[in-house]
């Protein structure tokens, strides 16, 4: 059974810094493609960032791509998202998600096979 489980949310300041780890079982990263989505209160769930399994291939949405970084562990079957200079419109709740692609692109919600639970981030100015 694959699971994607993510953690690291919490409230920060406006500037502050946060870093979101996905942690994963029941497959390895093969084949696949990691992202990070956010839905904040009342609005679509968005796409945020996406990596390869190999690390080569990252694709950040152009909203935050000044702002935020993804990393993959395939030793430790990890996804990192890190962001800085945290904004009050960051507030959402972070997905976690695969998808089976080679390369990192955009991604829609219905290409997705697996999401995580969330984890909520909270930016108070």
């Known amino acids: 059974q694959v699971r994607l489980v993510e953690s690291g949310g919490g409230l920060v300041q406006a500037g502050g810094s946060l870093k979101l780890s996905c942690s994963t079982s029941?497959?390895?990263?093969?084949?696949?493609?990691m992202c990070w989505f956010r839905q904040a209160p009342g609005r679509e769930r968005e796409f945020v960032a996406s990596i390869s399994a190999s690390g080569d291939s990252i694709y950040i949405d152009d909203s935050v791509s000044d702002r935020v970084t993804i990393s993959i562990d395939n030793a430790k079957n990890t996804v990192d998202l890190r962001m800085n200079s945290l904004k009050t419109e960051d507030t959402a709740v972070y997905y976690c998600?695969?998808?089976?692609?080679?390369?990192?692109?955009?991604?829609?919600?219905?290409?997705?096979?697996?999401w995580g639970q969330g984890t909520q981030v909270t930016v108070s100015s």
């Open positions: 998600a695969s998808v089976r692609k080679a390369q990192a692109t955009y991604v829609y919600t219905s290409w997705i096979d697996y």
């Open positions: 029941g497959r390895t990263f093969s084949g696949y493609v």
